[in-house]
């Protein structure tokens, strides 16, 4: 985040991916469509809480340019 800082950016949020879908191993489990749909609702519910963002397989750093 201080490089995006150094770069001018200001971090506008910051996302974890990935977070519940593989912690469930059971692959039949997660083809069930209203399964699948309810981990998808909770993914999206805790991407951007900690701790579940920071264990997240993947970040993603929303930024936008500081005014010059």
Known sequence: MQ???EAGFELVG??????IM???ADDAVKYDADTYAAI???EIAVCGTSPYRDI???WQ????????
Request: hydrophobic share 40%; net charge positive; aromatic share 12%.
């Open 3 to 5: 490089l995006a800082s």
């Open 14 to 19: 910051r996302y974890g991916g990935r977070i």
């Open 22 to 24: 593989d912690l469930i």
């Open 40 to 42: 998808e609702q909770f």
């Open 56 to 58: 997240g397989r993947f």
């Open 61 to 68: 750093l929303v930024c936008r340019r500081t005014a010059d």
